[in-house]
């Protein structure tokens, strides 16, 4: 047993990040969704990781964590599920949803859309409805879909059921990425702010809300690796329960941690041109995705 | 990121489970709570077995006649015996897990083998004189006082919370030998016999009733300076430096246990009736269930994750992550235990089953588990941990 990532994991991780800290440093965030980095990411493989490099869920999420931490918009999830499958951006659209609400519907290509036990791909062109006016993310456009196409059957029973739960833990993967970044976020601020005199980072009242959030997010991070690593390899524990566990708790990390990031900045933290609110939105935009934390908390009460 | 057992950590897991299921039928009835001296003999007994099997000192090096046991092999040994319902670590805690280590650690040959072979044994058993009633999270400003007297220190003090001290045979004890020095730099760490005269020792009764706990009082204890481990005015740096012998195990049984707790939970909140439905019905209190299921499974990873750091650098002082383990481990425990108390509803008011309920462990455990967000470090003191040592934030002040 070594469950520590190995040191090629960590190059991978490590090379996605440079890739974004240099074409998507946070300066470049309210921007939206930015063709030229999703080239990027795309000629380097970050979205046929499986595909091309037959690498497994263990090292596409730890890439996948480096993409929420750079809060890169667009369809990411959908883009390498489909992989092989459909060329360029590729949004997800259930139709159980109640409104049923698509993501980056004018950038993407195809629309992978879930209905019951079946999965479909169509033509991003197919699906037609007004935008919705304002959406919550603002870095995250919405239309609201009222009638669904056909498409092309791509998978049916368990292999939805293996696409779903794909989905929920690469977009658990993008929560502890937003999670950690807030982290850094709130300590980088809270080392340099003064109040009373004093660096408010020394008052015990901050730091111990810096303190969690960190702890939040291990906690996360590792059920995150855990439930990878359970996809990829049965034997080593009940996937369907890691994933619920993951999505789960990365969602609260995110959420929780944006909050509380917005109290460590202070008023700075309503602010607009502080960057903190556009992960807090992410964050709840990826909480109402792949299952809500209270869908996956009663897919596990049911395991239990 | 690998969780499956190599083929040697599984036929040592084999090779264990086998002398485990062979030797637990043959244990005698455990003992009563309160009943010290028998408790001493039935620890002590079962510590004896794990020697003669080879298991004492699992994670003590070799050379010092423990086992050597890889950090996985140690996380292995604490895994099964508790899913084999093995006896705790009991009386033995102090000289297993703190006394001994620092032994090895720091002490000088002689010293070694006076008391290490012995522990492993469980022929000596040892208790910790360190907290004092002015000295809890802020330990450095202990005030208990040892004063040279010719190859004698003559000590003099107040210590709290001690356990086992009534059926101890030694006490680590950390005493002030320079009381103008920083607090820091006039500690000395001693190895007081308990069965020298001016030792008082008084047992301290606990939220649960229970005595594991005493007060003792020392009135010019004279201890040989041939019992000072390292050197005068260097125990806080000795006492620091057991701490780093913890290779990321140290809630393995209880993990692991907890796990199983939330599975009983369920299958109790699916037998509680409440108004025309189950307690398992109520959807609040089912998803919060599930969310602890959810963080038991995690801290057991990060369990996981933290042995392997141990391994991948065995000299390496212990990742800070044993503060992110203590911090959300204990406020889990505590959390399962208040859910549990949820689901019995009026059967929560007995530390024992009651109305055909396997709710007592829970409740019992519901009370003791407070101490753990205070006992080792407080929760408060391992966000400060986490805050300046991890995140790199300023100190107060």
Redesign the interface.
């Known amino acids: 047993?070594?469950?520590?990532?190995?040191s090629e994991?960590l190059d991978l991780q490590q090379g996605v990040r440079e890739l974004l800290d240099a074409r998507f440093p946070l300066e470049k965030l309210p921007g939206g969704f930015a063709a030229d980095v999703w080239r990027s990411l795309a000629e380097t493989g970050v979205f046929s990781l499986r595909t091309d490099l037959e690498l497994g869920l263990?090292d596409t999420v730890l890439v996948f964590e480096e993409l929420g931490r750079a809060c890169v918009p667009g369809p990411l999830v959908g883009t390498l599920l489909m992989a092989g499958r459909a060329d360029g951006p590729v949004t997800v659209a259930d139709a159980a949803e109640q409104p049923l609400l698509v993501p980056h519907l004018d950038v993407s290509s195809s629309v992978l859309l879930f209905d019951g036990d079946v999965a479909r791909l169509c033509a991003a062109s197919a699906l037609s409805g007004p935008v919705v006016a304002e959406p919550v993310d603002p870095l995250t456009p919405l239309h609201e879909v009222v009638a669904l196409p056909a498409g092309e059957v791509v998978a049916r029973g368990d292999k939805v059921e293996v696409l779903r739960r794909d989905g929920a833990l690469l977009t658990a993967a993008l929560q502890v990425g937003i999670a950690a970044r807030l982290?850094d976020l709130a300590?980088d601020y809270?080392?340099q702010r003064e109040q009373f005199g004093r660096?408010i980072?020394?008052?015990?009242a901050v730091?111990?809300i810096?303190?969690?959030m960190?702890?939040r997010t291990?906690?996360?991070r590792?059920?995150l690796?855990?439930a990878?690593?359970?996809c990829d390899?049965e034997?080593?524990?009940a996937a369907s329960?890691?994933v619920?566990?993951?999505k789960?708790?990365a969602d609260e990390a995110a959420t929780v941690n944006s909050r509380s990031c917005v109290q460590v900045h202070g008023g700075m933290g309503f602010t607009w041109e502080v960057p903190v609110h556009f992960f807090l939105k992410r964050a709840w935009l990826h909480a109402t995705e792949f299952g809500t934390a209270?869908d996956?908390?009663?897919a596990?009460?049911e395991l239990? | 990121?690998?969780?499956?057992?190599?083929s040697a950590?599984l036929a040592f897991r084999d090779e264990l489970r086998q002398w485990l299921s062979a030797t637990l039928p043959t244990l005698p009835a455990k003992p009563a709570a309160d009943d010290w001296p028998a408790r001493r003999a039935y620890d002590t007994a079962w510590q004896r077995k794990l020697h003669d099997a080879g298991y004492a000192g699992i994670n003590w090096p070799k050379e010092h006649g423990g086992r050597g046991a890889t950090p996985?092999e140690h996380l292995i040994f604490l895994e099964e015996t508790e899913r084999a319902g093995a006896p705790y670590v009991g009386v033995n805690f102090v000289g297993l897990l703190h006394a001994g280590p620092t032994l090895i650690a720091e002490a000088s040959d002689e010293q070694r083998s006076a008391h290490l072979p012995a522990i492993l044994r469980g022929d000596e058993v040892w208790c910790q004189g360190f907290s004092e009633p002015t000295a809890g999270s802020d330990l450095a400003s202990l005030r208990t006082r040892a004063v040279r007297d010719g190859d004698h220190y003559v000590v003099t003090g107040h210590k709290l919370w001690t356990s086992y001290a009534t059926v101890a045979d030694y006490c680590e004890l950390l005493v002030r030998t320079d009381p103008d020095a920083p607090k820091h730099k006039g500690i000395t760490w001693l190895v007081m016999p308990m069965d020298s005269p001016g030792i008082e020792i008084r047992p301290l009764k606990t939220v649960l009733g229970s005595s594991e706990f005493s007060e003792m009082y020392l009135d010019e204890v004279r201890i040989p300076v041939a019992n000072r481990v390292g050197e005068e005015n260097d125990g806080w740096r000795v006492t620091m430096v057991t701490l780093s012998f913890e290779r990321g195990t140290a809630w393995v049984d209880q993990i692991v246990d907890s796990v199983r707790l939330?599975?009983d939970l369920?299958t109790i909140a699916k037998k509680v009736t409440r108004r025309s439905a189950t307690a398992w019905d109520d959807?609040g209190l089912?998803?919060?269930?599930?969310?602890l299921?959810?963080?038991f499974?995690?801290?057991w990873?990060?369990t996981?994750?933290g042995?392997?750091?141990a391994?991948?650098s065995p000299t390496g002082v212990p990742g800070v992550?044993a503060s992110?383990l203590k911090?959300?481990y204990t406020e889990a425990r505590q959390r399962l235990m208040d859910l549990a108390a949820r689901a019995l509803g009026r059967a929560s008011l007995s530390r024992a089953d009651i109305g055909g309920l396997p709710g007592g462990e829970f409740i019992e455990e519901r009370v003791n588990s407070l101490s753990y967000t205070i006992a080792a470090g407080t929760s408060?003191i391992?966000?400060?941990i986490?805050?300046?040592r991890?995140?790199?934030?300023?100190?107060?002040?």
């Open positions: 047993m070594n469950f520590l990532p190995t994991q263990a982290t300590v809270a080392k660096t980072g020394s008052f015990q730091k111990h810096c303190a969690d960190f702890v291990e906690i996360a590792v059920a690796h855990a990878a690593v359970s390899d034997s080593v524990g329960r890691a619920a566990g993951a789960l708790l209270d996956h908390a009663e596990l009460a239990l | 990121m690998d969780l499956r057992y190599s950590e996985t939330v599975g369920a959807v089912r998803r919060d269930i599930a969310h299921a959810a963080e499974d995690a801290l990873a990060l996981k994750r042995v392997s750091e391994s991948a992550g992110v911090l959300r408060q391992q966000r400060n986490i805050g300046e991890i995140l790199g934030l300023p100190r107060e002040r």
